[in-house]
């Protein structure tokens, strides 16, 4: 998997910040979630490849994956 441009972090107000990273490969896009205390923030994002593990959702034709581990494999 290779890392799109598109990141960001929201904070909630009842937790601290979540991070967004999309992710995209052969087969099309995936959301990536990566909240805080599940997996480790991402301070400076690079191209990939990563590797993601997660949970996998799926709501109207979209893909999400609540990630617990999140790495750059070298």
Do not use: N, W
Request: charged residues 15%; glycine residues 10%.
């Amino acid at each position: 998997m290779a890392s799109s441009p598109r990141h960001g972090s929201q904070p909630p107000k009842t937790a601290g910040p979540c991070q967004f990273v999309t992710l995209e490969d052969e087969h099309g896009l995936i959301e990536v979630t990566l909240f805080p205390g599940t997996c480790p923030a991402v301070v400076y994002l690079t191209m990939g490849p990563y590797l993601a593990s997660g949970i996998i959702d799926e709501q109207y034709g979209v893909l999400t994956l609540t990630a617990h581990s999140f790495e750059r494999v070298t």
